[in-house]
């Protein structure tokens, strides 16, 4: 679902510090939902019908074991989805929160890419409140295939709404979890010229010295990405800090330059 990790990356999420962590949500945290009963209902008897054994394994394999698989490819399940949602309105918050936990909730990691999908559709009718929610999914079965489109698309879209937001942020780069600070690293890709260059190489050099392989990728492509906007002042930067910057963010940010 996002900017593939090669074969180079750890073995298994278990292996990568702060993947091994799953975290599962108590039903208190779901808000009542009618709208959610609704496609919950109708994810739960398509989806499965739709599932393919032999291809579910080749999945796992392909995500490390990230998490188990229906076996649904990408069209197909994007095709079922638009049945699940034919007909039912627009999401509230509320709506979008007890969607999101409750499709996470389930083991089949296709249920959390409909969430992801949802909630890229809908993050505008999320206010600032809903970041919570969207550090837990990022902490929830963490791996890139889900916690980069949650970075991108739904915590950047909360701050780009909400420039306040930045000072979470500011705490997040900072995390143990490594998923929730590559999330800080990731959350201006699509800023273009709104991307706080200061913010963001703060960031890069905050993290430089970690040995985590999606950190130091997470800096290589989020320089990549800002330099699309502004080329010579990714190029001045990491010039200024090759010697600190490790050779893999070095090479992802320069690819295209």
């Not at 260059?197 to 999606?214: I, K, Q, T």
């Not at 080329?231 to 990491?238: I, Q, Y």
Request: with cysteine; charged share 25%.
């Amino acid at each position: 679902m996002s900017d593939s990790e090669p074969a180079t990356a750890a073995a298994n999420p278990a292996a990568t510090s702060g993947a091994a962590d799953t975290v599962r949500h108590a039903p208190a945290l779901v808000p009542p939902s009618d709208l959610a009963d609704t496609v919950l209902a109708r994810l739960t008897a398509l989806y499965p019908a739709a599932g393919n054994p032999f291809r579910a394994q080749e999945m796992v394999a392909y995500m490390k074991g990230a998490a188990p698989f229906l076996g649904i490819r990408t069209p197909e399940r994007r095709a079922l989805s638009r049945t699940v949602l034919q007909g039912l309105p627009a999401p509230d918050e509320a709506d979008c929160t007890a969607v999101a936990l409750r499709c996470f909730a389930l083991p089949e990691r296709e249920y959390h890419y409909f969430a992801v999908d949802y909630l890229r559709r809908h993050v505008k009718r999320c206010s600032s409140a809903f970041l919570p929610v969207a550090r837990d999914l990022v902490t929830t079965v963490s791996w890139w295939d889900t916690v980069d489109h949650l970075a991108a698309h739904v915590v950047g879209g909360l701050v780009a709404a909400d420039p306040a937001l930045a000072a979470r942020m500011d705490e997040w780069i900072a995390d143990e979890d490594v998923w929730v600070a590559r999330t800080a690293l990731l959350h201006q890709l699509r800023f273009k010229d709104a991307t706080d260059a200061e913010r963001l190489f703060s960031y890069c050099l905050l993290r430089s010295g970690d040995p985590d392989f999606f950190l130091r990728k997470a800096i290589g492509w989020s320089l990549r990405e800002y330099a699309k906007t502004a080329p010579a002042e990714v190029r001045a930067f990491v010039a200024r800090n090759t010697s600190r910057l490790s050779p893999l963010s070095v090479r992802e940010a320069l690819r295209n330059l």
